[in-house]
C-alpha cells in the first residue's frame, strides 16, 4: 500500500513536471501536496516492535494529533448522517 501511494505521488509530480511555475494548476498542487503532508504528520506515528510479541515503541512528536476516540466517533456519526440512504 505504502510503495502504492508513492509510486501514484511520482507519477502526479511527473505529469505536471512541465508546468508554469507560477500557473494555477502548480499552485494547486503545492496546496494539495502540504495538506497531506500535515495530515500525514499529525495522523502517522512510526512504530517499531519492542521484545514482547504484542509491545511496540511508537514515534510520537510534537505534531502528532492528540486526541481520544470520542473525536473519530463523531466524525464517523456525522459522515453518516450525511450520506445519501
Known amino acids: 500500500?505504502?510503495?502504492?501511494?508513492?509510486?501514484?505521488?511520482?507519477?502526479?509530480?511527473?505529469?505536471?513536471?512541465?508546468?508554469?511555475?507560477?500557473?494555477?494548476?502548480?499552485?494547486?498542487?503545492?496546496?494539495?501536496?502540504?495538506?497531506?503532508?500535515?495530515?500525514?504528520?499529525?495522523n502517522v506515528v512510526q512504530g517499531t516492535k519492542a521484545g514482547e510479541a504484542d509491545q511496540f515503541k511508537l514515534r510520537i512528536h510534537d505534531d502528532t494529533e492528540r486526541g481520544d476516540n470520542e473525536n473519530v466517533k463523531v466524525a464517523g456519526q456525522e459522515l453518516r448522517e450525511k450520506s445519501p440512504s
Open 1 to 42: 500500500m505504502l510503495n502504492g501511494a508513492r509510486m501514484k505521488a511520482r507519477r502526479s509530480f511527473e505529469e505536471s513536471r512541465n508546468l508554469q511555475s507560477d500557473s494555477e494548476a502548480v499552485q494547486q498542487g503545492v496546496k494539495h501536496a502540504e495538506d497531506v503532508a500535515k495530515i500525514l504528520r499529525q
